[in-house]
C-alpha cells in the first residue's frame, strides 16, 4: 500500500512567518531600464494626482526656491523617449512631495531590496519587532529558569578553624 504524503502547499499554521514583506537586492537593471522604468512612475505620478504637469512643476519651483522647474523639463524627465534627462534627487524630492506620490520612494528602492514605511506602518513595524524581540527575551528567561530551578534549600556555610 502506498505511503500517503501531507499536503505540501499549506503552510505551518503554527510557524513563524513573515510580519512584514522583505525583499532582496536583486541585479540591476541596464541604466536605460532604470531611466525608463523612473520616467513611466513620474508620469504615473503626475496622472494619480490630479495635477496638471506645469502645477507640479509650479509646485516643485516652490518647494525648492530658487531652483525653476519649468515644465518643458518635466517632459523630459517623463518621458521614455528622452535618455538623456535624468532627475537630480533634490528634484525628485520635490516632486515627490509636489505630487504627494510617496510610493516613488519605494518604487525608487525597491531593486535595493527596501520596502519604504511611512507613518503608522512604520510604528506599526517598530511595535511588531518589539514585540518579537520580548517574547525571545521570555522564552530564553524561561529558559534559564528551567535549566537553574531555584530551590528552597540553602547551604549554610562551614564555620572555619582556627
Known amino acids: 500500500m502506498a505511503r500517503v504524503r501531507g499536503d505540501t502547499s499549506t503552510g505551518d499554521l503554527f510557524g513563524e512567518g513573515t510580519y512584514f514583506p522583505v525583499r532582496a537586492?536583486?541585479?540591476?537593471?541596464?541604466?536605460?531600464?532604470?531611466?525608463?522604468?523612473?520616467?513611466?512612475?513620474?508620469?504615473?505620478?503626475?496622472?494619480?494626482?490630479?495635477?496638471?504637469?506645469?502645477?507640479?512643476?509650479?509646485?516643485?519651483?516652490?518647494?525648492?526656491?530658487?531652483?525653476?522647474?519649468t515644465p518643458a523639463q518635466l517632459y523630459a524627465y517623463t518621458s521614455e523617449a528622452r535618455t538623456t534627462h535624468t532627475i537630480s534627487i533634490i528634484r525628485f524630492k520635490a516632486f515627490v512631495r509636489a505630487t504627494q506620490c510617496f510610493w516613488l520612494w519605494d518604487h525608487l528602492l525597491q531593486d535595493e531590496g527596501c520596502i519604504v514605511l511611512q507613518g503608522e506602518e512604520a510604528l506599526l513595524a517598530e511595535a511588531t519587532l518589539k514585540e518579537k524581540q520580548a517574547q525571545r527575551l521570555l522564552a530564553e528567561a524561561k529558559a534559564a529558569r528551567e535549566a537553574a530551578p531555584i530551590t528552597t534549600e540553602f547551604r549554610v556555610p562551614r564555620a572555619r578553624r582556627a
Open 25 to 69: 537586492p536583486i541585479d540591476l537593471p541596464k541604466s536605460m531600464d532604470m531611466k525608463r522604468n523612473l520616467a513611466t512612475a513620474m508620469a504615473e505620478a503626475i496622472r494619480m494626482s490630479g495635477f496638471r504637469t506645469p502645477v507640479v512643476a509650479a509646485l516643485m519651483t516652490e518647494i525648492l526656491g530658487d531652483d525653476e522647474v
